[in-house]
């Protein structure tokens, strides 16, 4: 199975870690072309020495630490309406961890309709308020941008245990995509935990 991850931040970068884990021989691709900056060392995957290199090349360092032999590699394109996303789609995997609506709403305009086969897109994201989703594309409505005023998650130290833990869950769920071909929707909140849609 080819994987593609869109955004290798706090979501993106600590669930390639934990998928290259669990599925050793898939094949990976990480799209991002922000460089690592001190303040994402304690809520992503990356170490001090990876700090001002680019995140979708220096992850490679981090996965050879859990796999000698990986196949992995990176794109720095930036994602438009002319990015492929193209087959074998029953055996491709999207994951959309962007952080922001624009790159988003991209992801969604592949239509499945507009395809011969339903491409497998996965959005994850973060609100600032400890509220997390991880939701199919053809159920997915691309929420508005975060004000800018508002505090990032990913940038907040005392939620590295809600990071972690929405990615295992994450993680999980993609678990049964791969096993099953299940796709399932939920979203998680401080408050009520969990919530299957």
């Not at 609506?101 to 400890?130: A, C, V, W």
Request: glycine residues 6%; neutral net charge; charged residues 25%.
């Amino acid at each position: 199975m080819k994987v593609t991850i869109f955004g290798l931040g706090a979501i993106g970068s600590n669930l390639l870690v934990q998928f290259v884990k669990q599925y050793p021989d898939f094949e990976y691709v990480g799209i991002d072309f922000d460089k690592v900056e001190e303040r994402n060392i304690r809520t992503q995957a990356y170490f001090v020495e990876h700090v001002g290199l680019l995140k979708s090349a220096v992850i490679r360092a981090v996965l050879q630490r859990y796999a000698r032999k990986i196949k992995y590699t990176h794109d720095l394109r930036k994602v438009d309406a002319s990015f492929p996303l193209k087959g074998p789609v029953e055996d491709d995997l999207y994951i959309d961890c962007f952080d922001n609506s624009e790159s988003r709403r991209i992801l969604t305009m592949f239509d499945p309709i507009s395809q011969t086969k339903d491409l497998n897109i996965l959005h994850l994201g973060f609100s600032p308020f400890y509220t997390a989703e991880c939701i199919w594309n053809k159920d997915y409505d691309v929420p508005g941008d975060v004000d800018q005023r508002q505090n990032d998650i990913c940038s907040m130290v005392d939620a590295v245990g809600f990071i972690n833990f929405f990615v295992n869950a994450a993680l999980l769920n993609i678990s049964e995509f791969v096993g099953n071909k299940r796709k399932s929707n939920f979203i998680i909140t401080n408050k009520t935990r969990i919530k299957l849609l």
